[in-house]
Structures are given as structure tokens and as C-alpha cells.
């Protein structure tokens, strides 16, 4: 360190004081300054120069795999050595990451399969916790922590590795040939992050021959030395000097800065920097002429050179080469580049779009050379599946230009099968014996149409789910309907020839699919029985087009007699409900839905068969209100609308929920179950029926039960919306749909029958919910109607103990009914028990009897029945203490309300007030 201060004193002094040039001095200092100190104590204060090689023989490219799973095995170390030490704690930890780090590489693991150390680390970690577990003597020893942790693990590992049972059971089969595998693929991955370290240039990322990574190599060491010697030539030092000669010349110079100073050359130095700058420039061109044709002689043996391609399919610019020039085509030929091309199908790295394209290729190639129709159709089922095939992804729908393939393929399919009679068809065909080539036997071909149909109808709903139901495009998408449904009529069709009972059920399961949900508006408007068409008429009514009530009832009553699978006949009977449902055949429905039993076991069906179930009911709850039935609507709708969660039980979207969160997967596995937009049924219209059906009913019982300490709610959500309605400090004109209900219930409490109609039946309404139906003025006179009767009703509840009598023309002039039907709704009453009252004939009037009890009389009543449940606890309590049970469960129980009424679905059943 002294001496290398000393030199420095030296250098600093020489600027000052040595001889020379102002230049000799500049330059010396400069030349000084450029140098790096080398000392013992001074190292660690110096930059450390790296030169860019250096910098890049230290880089190393990783791909995501590897990080991945280096990731995952860093912490399986950690894993197995908390193992080794038998710290549970530790183990549950690094178990819980594991699993986070697993869902993380899920989309590479998905491509690439579950790799072994992972399997192996599962059963490692399954049979060591087993191990403790059952070693009762080492679970009493330990510590609370690892106590705790070994149940917490035992019960975490086990539900863990259900998803695993498989590939866990192939390991435990074989675990020493996992282990090999293991350390095989270890050591692969070494040797390739050493190759990777050796050297990383673009040739790696390109998709050329392996055999041009050594000849890269001596080009880039050539290049290399080339810069290295343009470094020598500019500094103009020869290149056979020595480091020996370099050595023995440090004496010749004062100072260090002299020995690197450059020094001018003499003629024939120059002459020779010259002529060898010309012999590399020479060498560098032949290189590169030789270079480019060595890449020509490369294009022309990988087909064509490369081309940069836009994100997604890359562009075709030429129809590919399927055969060389001169081969004879005929049916080895062609199906044997069939079955090439066949081969790569799913497999890492194949182009999907280019073996569509091969494909077609290949079957417009053997259409040419007229090889018959037997091998051009087993052909084009090989380019749907590839269609199929193009996106591997479940939840993201076919492209556009994908899709018109797909239909134009399929339809073209089914032209064959139509044109060609003798071709058989079929997944039971084995490919040995199919006949593809002899045309005086009939074509036998392996492969199933109805599949590809069934896969094109689910393309065609995810194409409907993925796109924004409010855009132009759902409409453009929308207009593909019509021509999947006339497939899947053709597809009928063919079937109806040569398809077994499975498959013609199956069809006409799908044909079902796309007709219960859509309202005929032919039979609508011209019904078959009306007395204003003649008999000639009602013919050429009928063949302009098959009415759908006569296709629906052909289709389902073939699938009840023929399937044997409960799943096709429960969805036949279900969309056969729903369609008599839509077209307001209420008794048909109604009894087709009792005589089916499935709300016994519907349960049981999976969620798409649920949600169709839903879906039915809740269109039978509104044909029934639209007939005037608001019991029956009630009862039907009390399910979905009781629960809050309508839109995700119908299968119309998803709820956010804070307490039970979904995680990914779940997510989208129910995205995949919602229904297109197009079939959704309006949630405010539900919730507005439903509403309005029980202000008919409970509306009149409150006013019945007004002092019944056993009182029961109807409906639950109404009484909510009644509170909500109540609670709020400034009553001002209703706005929504649930305010005119709440504001309509009160004035119907009130007998007010015209205010009660206007807050339900106005503009506002109507444009909401009314007018949403086919007959829309046929249910608002149902409607009036209705609220006629009740809000009468609701008068002769409220106000009957201020009458001694009342004349029935009076009411019916109240309320704007007949005579008639004030009679018929009073003796009702009577029967009932509802109204203490008789009728008198002559007079036609309603003579009350003073049944009522008074005020006083009724707190009385409800002192002695709270006094009666608080002896009924008491004996319960000491019969709990005694342990005979016998005295308070073989007690009659009183049912009160629900004894006599049959709304007993819905409210709290045993609750006291």
C-alpha cells in the first residue's frame, strides 16, 4: 500500500515537473488516467471492468417451465427436510405454499402433464403422516404445535390427493422407476442450463435444424476474432509481439503512461497494416457468400424461407405441398398422408391452423382425383374435429371464420349422406374394417355425425355466452340459429333412416332443445279451433308450417316410450311443461308435472338439468297467474324467490357473495352452465308476479287475523318489502315496481280498490311488466278483476263489526262487481268460517252476528296462550331433566293456521308470536 502511494506521489509530481511538450504531458496524464491501479489494499475501491463477453457468457435464458418448476422444488426440499427432522409444523407450512405454487404452474402443468417429483412428494408426505399417525407413543410426546399439526395435515393431505388418486396409484405401482425418472429428468435440466449458460444466441429461438448450431458457432468465433483484430489494427500494434518482449521493454520507459502510448510507424509498417486490412476484408466477403448459400440450400430443404407473422393463426401465402411432382394419387396414398397428418394432431408445437389447412388440401386433392365418396368423407370428419380442436380452451368459444367452416363442413357432411345411401356410417366401425376404396361394396366409414352436430349446438351456445348480449354482434351471432337448427332437422332426418334408438332420441332430444323456449305467435294469433276460419283455411294454416305444440308432442312422447336413460326423458318432460307452460296450457302442464314426480328427486340431477327444472317452474308460476290462479303462481314461485339468489338459480348470471367465495375453476365451470341471453326470462316480471300474488293473498288473511296471536306469514319477502315500505321517514309518489306494490298493499288494506289499480295497472307498469306478456290486456282485466274480489274481502274483514247488515247491491256498487259474484265470494266466506254472518235471501242483504270478541277479550286470549306454551316449555325442560321423553312428543301438537290453509311452504312453520 506504501508503495503505491509513493507511485502515485511520483505520477502527480511528473505532470508538474517532468521535461517535454505541454502534448507529452496531456497525453501522459490522460494515458495514466485510463490505467487501473492494481494493488492488495485498493482492490475493493477499483470498478471492476467486465467486458461485454463477460456480461453475456453470465446470462442465462430460463423459460417459464423451469422457473416454474424450480420453484416447486425448492420448496419440496424444504419439505423433505422438515421430513427428515419430523417437524409437522414446518410440513404443513411448506405443504399449504406447495399447493399455491401448484395452482400458479397450473396452465404449464395442464400442457405438459403433472411432472413426478411432485406425484412422489405427495405419496412421501401422505405415507410419512400415516406413519406418525398411527405411532400412538411418538403422538403423546410431542409438542402442541406439531400435536396440532398433524391432524390439521392428516385431514388437508387426504383431500388433497383425491384429485391425484390416479397417477398416485401408477407411482406407488412402480416408486422406484419414479425416482430413476426423477433423477433422469433432473439431470437433463442440468445439462441444459449448462448448455444455455455456454452460449445463448437467436438461432436457439428458431425453429431450424439442430445442425446449424455448430456452424453459428464457428461464425461467431471468427467474427470475434476479426473485431479483436480491427482492435489491433487501429491501435497499430503488431500482433507477434510477446509478453516476454513486453516485459524485458518496461525498463526502456520512465513512466508506466510512456509504455501505452501509441507510437507513430514507420512506411513499411504502414504498408503491411494495409495489405493485411485488404486480406481480412477479402476473407469476410467469401464468408458471407458463403454463408448466404448455405441458408439457400437451408430454405430449399425446410420449404421456404422465413417470414415474420402477425399474433395468432399465421398467414397461409400458398397452398401447401401435399405430394411430390409426379406421384400416381390414389387411396394408399392419400391415406397415408391422412394418417401423417393425423399423427400430429395435439401434439406440442403443431400448427392447428396448417393442418386445416393440409386437410383441405387433401380432400380437394382426392375430390380431383374422383377416389369416391367414402374416403372424402372420412376426410371432412377429420377437418370438424380439427375445427374442434383449433381452441383447446373449454371456456373461450370458436372465432368467427372457424365457425362458418365448421358449418359449411357439416352441412356438406350430411349432402353426402343424403346423396350416398350405401355409405354406413358409425363409432362402432373399426378402422380395419372400413371399406373406403371398393365402390361395388357400400362405404363403410368410422365416425358419428351426431357427435359433431352435439359439439356444433354446444360451440353455438358458448358463442352466445361470450358475446355482450346488448351489441349488434349477439344479433349477427343470433342469426346462426336458424341454420343450426335446420342441421340438427336434417340431422333428424337421417337418423329417422338409419339411426338406432339412442341416437334418435339423442337427436331429438337437441331438436327440443332450440323449440320449448320460443313462443309460436302463428298459433297464437290464429288458433286451429276458431270459429272465424273455415276447414280449408285451418288445412293451408297448418302446411305453411308445422305448429310447434304438434312437433313438441311428437318428439317428447317418442322419448318417453323409447330412452333408457333418465336424463334425456327428465329434460324432454321438463321443456315439454315449459312449452305448454309458454302457450298458457295450464292443466296440461300442471298434470304433466304432477304425474312426472321429479320434484321427489330432482335434487339428485345434476346442475343443467336443476336449472332447467327452475327455469320450468317458474314459467308455470306465470301461466298461472295469467289464469287467474294466484295461489298456484304463489306456491310456484315461492322457491326461487324466497331464496334471493333468482338469477343464479335460473342460470342468468352470478352473484357476488362474500361469504362462500368461488375460487377459479368453480367460477368458470358455472359461467359455462348460464343460459344464452336470448332465453332469459325477465327477473322484474318474476318478481313482480310474485309480488302481486301475494298482496292478492296475504293482504285479506292480515285483515282476517288482524288480533291472531298464531299468525302466519305467507310470504316472507313480501312482509320485508312492507317494512322497507314502512320505514321510510318520507313517503313521496312510487317509482320502482316494488314501491307500486307496497303502495297498492296499502291502499287495498283500506278496501280501496280504484287507488290499488292505479298503483299496479299505469304507463309505467306497463311498460315494465305488463306489456311484456302475449295477451296483455287479457291479464290486466285479470288483474282488476282480482283486486275487485280481495280488496271486497279485505272490506268485509276490516269493517264487518261496524255493520249489523249491509245490501249486496251496495258492495257490488263499490266495487264494481256483480251481484253474482258478491253472492258467490260472501257465501264463501260463511262456509269457511271467515265471516260470522248469514245471508238473507228475500232481502239481499248480509245480515253480522256479534261473534267477535271485543278488544279486551282478545288480549285475554292471547295472555292464556302465551301462559299455555310457557306450562308446555316447563314440562319440556323437566322432562329433559327426568330423561322420559314420552309425555311432551306423543302431545298432540296444534297446527293453528297451517291445520287449514295449504300455504304451508313457505313462512317460519313452528314460530309463536
Not at 506521489?9 to 511528473?14: F, I, R
Not at 436457439?204 to 458457432?217: G, I, N, T, Y
Not at 377429420?382 to 357439416?410: E, F, G
Request: charged content about 35%; some cysteine.
Amino acid at each position: 500500500a506504501a508503495r503505491t502511494r509513493k507511485r502515485r506521489h511520483e505520477s502527480n509530481m511528473s505532470r508538474f515537473f517532468a521535461t517535454g511538450s505541454d502534448s507529452e504531458s496531456e497525453s501522459s496524464s490522460s494515458g495514466e488516467e485510463a490505467i487501473p491501479k492494481i494493488g492488495g489494499g485498493t482492490l475493493s475501491r477499483q470498478p471492476l471492468l467486465v467486458s461485454d463477453e463477460e456480461e453475456d457468457a453470465k446470462r442465462v435464458v430460463r423459460s417459464a417451465k423451469d422457473k416454474r418448476f424450480d420453484e416447486l422444488m425448492n420448496i419440496i426440499k424444504t419439505i423433505r427436510n422438515a421430513m427428515k427432522i419430523r417437524d409437522i409444523s414446518k410440513c404443513l407450512e411448506e405443504f399449504e405454499v406447495l399447493g399455491r405454487a401448484y395452482l400458479k404452474s397450473k396452465s404449464i402443468i395442464d400442457k405438459d402433464g403433472i411432472p413426478t417429483f411432485y406425484i412422489r412428494i405427495l405419496a412421501d408426505l401422505e405415507d410419512m403422516v400415516n406413519e406418525v399417525w398411527e405411532d400412538r407413543e411418538g403422538r403423546k410426546k410431542m409438542n402442541k404445535n406439531n400435536s396440532k399439526a398433524l391432524a390439521t395435515m392428516r385431514q388437508k393431505i387426504r383431500k388433497y390427493n383425491r384429485d391425484f388418486e390416479q397417477e398416485l396409484v401408477v407411482y406407488r405401482e412402480n416408486p422406484e422407476k419414479s425416482a430413476d425418472e426423477e433423477e433422469d429428468a433432473d439431470e437433463d435440466e442440468s445439462s441444459d442450463e449448462e448448455e444455455d449458460e455456454e452460449e445463448v444466441t437467436a438461432a436457439m429461438f428458431l425453429k431450424k435444424k439442430s445442425e446449424a448450431a455448430p456452424e453459428q458457432k464457428k461464425v461467431a468465433k471468427e467474427e470475434e476474432e476479426e473485431d479483436d483484430d480491427d482492435d489491433d489494427e487501429d491501435w497499430g500494434s503488431p500482433s507477434d509481439d510477446s509478453d516476454s518482449e513486453s516485459d524485458d521493454d518496461d525498463s526502456k520507459y520512465t513512466s508506466l503512461a510512456h509504455k501505452f502510448l501509441k507510437k507513430p510507424l514507420t512506411e513499411e509498417g504502414k504498408r503491411a497494416a494495409e495489405r493485411k486490412r485488404d486480406d481480412k476484408v477479402k476473407k469476410r466477403m467469401e464468408r458471407k457468400d458463403k454463408k448466404k448459400v448455405e441458408d439457400g440450400e437451408e430454405e430449399v430443404d425446410d420449404g421456404g424461407e422465413w417470414k415474420p407473422v402477425k399474433g395468432g393463426a399465421p398467414m397461409v401465402s400458398e397452398k401447401p405441398k401435399m405430394f411430390a411432382k409426379g406421384t400416381e394419387i390414389n387411396h394408399p396414398v392419400v391415406l397415408k398422408k391422412l394418417t401423417e397428418i393425423l399423427q400430429a394432431r395435439g401434439k406440442k408445437g403443431t400448427d392447428r391452423a396448417a393442418q386445416i389447412e393440409m386437410l383441405t388440401e387433401l380432400c380437394t386433392i382426392a375430390a380431383a382425383h374422383e377416389l369416391g365418396d367414402g374416403i372424402t368423407l372420412k376426410i371432412k370428419f377429420n377437418i370438424v374435429a380439427s375445427l374442434y380442436d383449433y381452441n383447446p380452451n373449454l371456456a373461450s368459444c370458436m372465432k368467427q371464420d372457424m365457425w362458418r367452416k365448421c358449418l359449411a363442413c357439416v352441412d356438406n357432411l350430411l349432402d353426402i349422406l343424403f346423396e350416398c345411401p350405401n355409405i354406413f356410417i358409425g363409432e362402432n366401425i373399426g378402422e380395419d374394417s372400413e371399406n373406403l376404396s371398393n365402390p361395388e361394396l357400400p362405404y363403410r366409414v368410422r365416425g358419428c355425425i351426431l357427435t359433431l352436430v352435439e359439439r356444433m349446438d354446444e360451440e353455438f351456445t358458448k358463442i352466445m355466452q361470450n358475446t355482450d348480449p346488448h351489441s349488434q354482434e349477439y344479433v349477427d351471432n343470433l342469426k346462426d340459429e336458424g341454420h343450426v337448427c335446420k342441421i340438427v332437422q336434417r340431422l333428424q332426418e337421417y337418423l329417422d333412416l338409419k339411426g338406432s334408438t339412442d341416437e334418435i332420441c339423442r337427436a331429438y332430444l337437441r331438436r327440443i332443445l332450440h323449440t320449448y323456449y320460443k313462443f309460436d305467435y302463428k298459433s297464437h294469433q290464429n288458433p286451429v279451433n276458431s270459429d272465424d276460419q273455415s276447414k280449408s283455411e285451418q288445412d293451408q294454416a297448418e302446411t305453411e308450417g308445422e305448429d310447434s305444440a304438434v312437433l313438441m308432442d311428437k318428439l317428447c312422447k317418442y322419448i318417453y316410450s323409447k330412452d333408457r336413460t333418465d336424463r334425456i326423458r327428465t329434460c324432454a318432460i321438463l321443456c315439454h311443461i315449459y312449452h305448454h307452460a309458454l302457450h298458457n296450457r295450464w292443466f296440461q302442464a300442471r298434470d304433466l308435472m304432477l304425474m312426472s314426480h321429479l320434484q321427489d328427486n330432482i335434487q339428485h340431477a345434476d346442475p343443467p338439468v336443476q336449472i332447467l327444472y327452475n327455469r320450468t317452474m317458474v314459467q308455470l308460476g306465470i301461466c298461472a297467474f295469467r289464469q287467474g290462479m294466484t295461489k298456484d303462481a304463489h306456491n310456484a314461485l315461492l322457491d326461487i324467490q324466497s331464496s334471493g339468489r333468482a338469477k343464479e338459480l335460473l342460470g342468468q348470471g352470478l352473484l357476488m357473495r362474500s361469504m362462500q367465495e368461488r375460487n377459479q375453476e368453480q367460477e368458470k365451470i358455472e359461467k359455462r352452465r348460464q343460459v344464452p341471453f336470448h332465453m332469459h326470462i325477465n327477473l322484474e316480471l318474476l318478481e313482480c308476479v310474485y309480488l302481486v300474488s301475494a298482496m292478492l293473498l296475504e293482504i285479506p288473511y292480515m285483515a282476517g287475523h288482524e288480533f291472531d296471536a298464531r299468525r302466519r306469514m305467507i310470504s316472507k319477502q313480501f312482509h320485508h318489502q312492507l317494512r322497507v315500505g314502512e320505514r321510510q321517514p318520507l313517503l313521496g309518489p312510487p317509482e320502482s315496481m316494488r314501491e307500486h306494490v307496497v303502495a297498492a298493499s296499502k291502499a287495498m288494506k283500506m278496501g280501496d280498490w280504484k287507488t290499488c289499480r292505479q298503483f299496479i295497472i299505469n304507463e309505467k307498469m306497463n311498460g315494465k311488466v305488463w306489456d311484456l306478456f302475449p295477451a296483455a290486456d287479457r291479464v290486466r282485466d285479470m288483474l282488476v278483476k282480482k283486486i275487485q274480489e280481495e280488496s271486497l274481502r279485505t272490506y268485509l274483514f276490516t269493517y264487518s263489526s261496524v255493520y249489523d247488515c249491509i245490501s249486496m247491491e251496495t258492495l257490488a256498487d263499490m266495487f264494481q262487481l256483480e251481484i253474482q259474484n258478491v253472492h258467490s265470494i260472501i257465501s264463501k266466506m260463511i262456509i269457511n268460517e271467515e265471516l260470522m254472518a248469514s245471508l238473507d235471501q228475500p232481502t239481499q242483504t248480509v245480515v253480522m252476528h256479534r261473534t267477535e270478541p271485543t278488544s279486551l277479550q282478545n288480549l285475554a286470549l292471547q295472555l292464556a296462550e302465551k301462559l299455555g306454551n310457557l306450562v308446555e316449555n316447563n314440562e319440556r325442560v323437566f322432562d329433559l331433566k327426568q330423561g322420559s321423553y314420552g309425555g311432551y312428543f306423543n302431545r298432540d301438537q296444534r297446527g293453528g293456521y297451517q291445520g287449514k290453509q295449504s300455504y304451508g311452504r313457505g313462512g317460519y312453520r313452528n314460530q309463536n308470536y
